[in-house]
Every structure is written in structure tokens, then in C-alpha cells.
Nanobody
Framework: QVQLVESGGGLVQPGGSLRLSCVAS????????MSWYRQAPGKQRELVAT?????TTNYADSVKGRFTISIGNAMVYLQMSSLKPEDTAVYYC?????????WGKGTLVTVSS
């Protein structure tokens, strides 16, 4: 079972940047589709960014051009720039390998002045 631990969240002003990290307990590169999701207060969890085993990336329209997902052997990152108050949410790392689906516990990002 893959264990995922997110870090890097915090309080940032609008227009600022943060980099989220997710460390996996085993090698994930080329094995799992890795994604970042987020859940804002009172809202459903939504997909933010994905990188598949072929290293193809996809982004939610709301973050295109501002967020970048990248992956290492046992790490996945989310570089977030030009942050907006509506980006405030708990961000979750996900590893999906067909029948196998793993989640981290999340890291809180708050965008506020």
C-alpha cells in the first residue's frame, strides 16, 4: 500500500506562490497516475492537476497557466503561482493505478491578505 504525505501548505497573499510536495512510500514514477485534488470549505473535492504514467499532464481550467505538476521517482509537486483567494482549500495527493487508489491526508493552503 502506497503511503502519501503532503507538505508545503500555508498562508500566502493573493498573487503569491507556493510549492506543494507529496512524498510516497515507494517509487511511483511510471507506475501510478499522480494527481492533486483540492477541497474548499463547503465544496466537493475537485481535480486540480494530473500527470499520467506517460508523463502527460492535465489541469483544471481554473488553474491552467498558474499551476504546474511535476513528478520524481517518489515525489510529486504542485507549483502554484498567481494564487487567488478562491484557491484556498485543503490539497490532497492521489496515486491511482487501476484498482489501486491511495490518498494523502492533505495540506491546507490559505490565500488571503
Amino acid at each position: 500500500q502506497v503511503q502519501l504525505v503532503e507538505s508545503g501548505g500555508g498562508l500566502v497573499q493573493p498573487g503569491g506562490s507556493l510549492r506543494l510536495s507529496c512524498v510516497a512510500s515507494e517509487i511511483i514514477f511510471g507506475i501510478y497516475t499522480m494527481s492533486w485534488y483540492r477541497q474548499a470549505p463547503g465544496k466537493q473535492r475537485e481535480l486540480v492537476a494530473t500527470v499520467n504514467t506517460g508523463h502527460t499532464t492535465n489541469y483544471a481550467d481554473s488553474v491552467k497557466g498558474r499551476f504546474t505538476i511535476s513528478i520524481g521517482n517518489a515525489m510529486v509537486y504542485l507549483q502554484m503561482s498567481s494564487l487567488k483567494p478562491e484557491d484556498t482549500a485543503v490539497y490532497y495527493c492521489n496515486a491511482n493505478g487501476g484498482m489501486r487508489d491511495y490518498w494523502g491526508k492533505g495540506t491546507l493552503v490559505t490565500v488571503s491578505s
